[in-house]
């Protein structure tokens, strides 16, 4: 499966570290683009050229979760693109408000390794792989309604 992610974070180094350990992954071909905090990773997202988005908590102009509530924002008739968070932020009460309140698909507490990042992604993906498989538009929805 080839897949177009966002990786946004304020440390170019975290990001090279988030894109080389999604390749070691081995769970997908990725091809990347990157943001240096949640203003300029709404500039750069294209919901119809980004299947999923790996973005850090703690940026400057717009931090994380303040992107992941504006980008969930405009999905109303959109396509839900994932959101993995990556951070700093381990607290029960930070994960339960990125998940809960923040539309956050999987979250992930640096220091990370590879072993954990599949555990995480891998039902996540495996979601992606079967939604890419339902037919889209008004005849794969009309197809689906007579199945």
Request: glycine fraction near 6%; charge should be negative.
């Amino acid at each position: 499966m080839e897949i177009r992610a966002l990786v946004v974070d304020d440390s170019g180094i975290m990001r090279k570290m988030v894109m080389r350990t999604l390749i070691e992954s081995k769970l997908a071909i990725f091809n990347f683009t990157e943001a240096k905090d949640g203003l300029d990773a709404l500039q750069k997202y294209d919901p119809q050229a980004t299947d999923i988005i790996f973005a850090d908590w703690n940026m400057p102009n717009l931090c994380g979760l303040d992107m992941v509530k504006a980008i969930r924002s405009t999905e109303a008739q959109g396509r839900h693109v994932p959101i993995v968070m990556i951070t700093t932020e381990g607290t029960m009460g930070k994960v339960e408000e990125a998940l809960n309140d923040g539309g956050v698909d999987c979250y992930i507490v640096k220091p990370f390794t590879v072993d954990i990042v599949v555990q995480k992604l891998e039902p996540l993906l495996a979601r992606m792989a079967e939604e890419q498989k339902k037919p889209s538009g008004f005849f794969g929805k009309l197809a689906a309604k007579l199945n």
